[in-house]
């Protein structure tokens, strides 16, 4: 049972470029969330979405950023425009339902690094 | 608004040694607390999940205790390993939404 998988691993964009990450959850979830992790930060939550549906979006920069979970196929999170401060660790995240006594399971991340 | 803390920081300790990490959080209402493990440049690994209603969780070297009222808890590391430095990360949930996470312990265990 293959993990949560992510890529690009590694994604250098100049400033301006759009960069997109890709999850695909570990078989049986239904259940995605996307995380950054800033350079010397904590991570901190981004969104929560299940097929078709963005259920919590609280953690989301209001511009630029947009994150998708199709009926096939990985959830996306794609940043427009991307800026300096983009640089970071994105990691997915999925788990079987949403309930509490579920462990959340990580992807090894996707590294993203604007030049 | 949930803030997880985590204390020390760093710490550096010499092989067979047993030591304690700590985890506090403002808001007692959570529904449950995770450890993870995080290695340089990979992603997290999950070592054990308390439910609110419990009170610690064991695995092999690792025993994990939640004090809710108090808001704390402890990740216990029994007779600790070189294999065993990597970033502890602690992290109160609500439902599966969404977990905050505290600044994690880098730990080095010295052969």
């Known amino acids: 049972n293959a993990g949560v998988m992510q890529n690009p691993r590694h994604l250098v964009r100049r400033r301006g470029q759009e960069a997109r990450l890709r999850c695909s959850p570990m078989?049986?979830?239904?259940?995605v969330y996307w995380y950054r992790q800033l350079p010397e930060e904590g991570l901190k939550f981004m969104v929560y979405?299940?097929?078709?549906?963005?259920?919590?979006e609280s953690g989301m920069p209001k511009e630029r950023f947009s994150a998708e979970f199709p009926k096939e196929g990985p959830s996306i999170l794609r940043i427009q425009q991307v800026v300096r401060g983009d640089s970071a660790a994105y990691f997915c995240?999925?788990?079987?339902?949403?309930?509490?006594?579920?462990?959340?399971?990580f992807g090894e991340g996707s590294w993203l690094t604007v030049v | 608004k949930q803030e997880v803390t985590q204390i020390p920081a760093a710490l550096s300790v010499p092989e067979g040694e047993n030591l304690v990490l700590n985890c506090s959080f403002t808001?007692?209402?959570?529904?449950?607390l995770q450890w993870f493990r995080q290695d340089p440049g990979k992603g997290l690994t999950s070592l054990l999940l308390?439910?609110?209603?419990?009170r610690e969780q064991t695995s092999g070297r690792l025993n994990a205790s939640l004090d809710k009222s108090s808001g704390r808890s402890t990740l216990y590391i029994a007779a600790s390993q070189p294999g065993d430095s990597a970033t502890y990360l602690c992290?109160?949930?609500?439902?599966?939404?969404?977990?905050?996470f505290g600044e994690g312990t880098q730990l080095t265990v010295n052969p």
């Open positions: 308390i439910q609110s209603s419990q």
């Open positions: 979405l299940q097929k078709e549906n963005i259920i919590d």
């Open positions: 078989k049986g979830h239904s259940h």
């Open positions: 992290a109160v949930g609500r439902s599966g939404s969404r977990l905050t």
């Open positions: 995240a999925s788990s079987f339902t949403g309930s509490s006594g579920n462990t959340i399971y």
């Open positions: 808001d007692s209402a959570i529904y449950n």
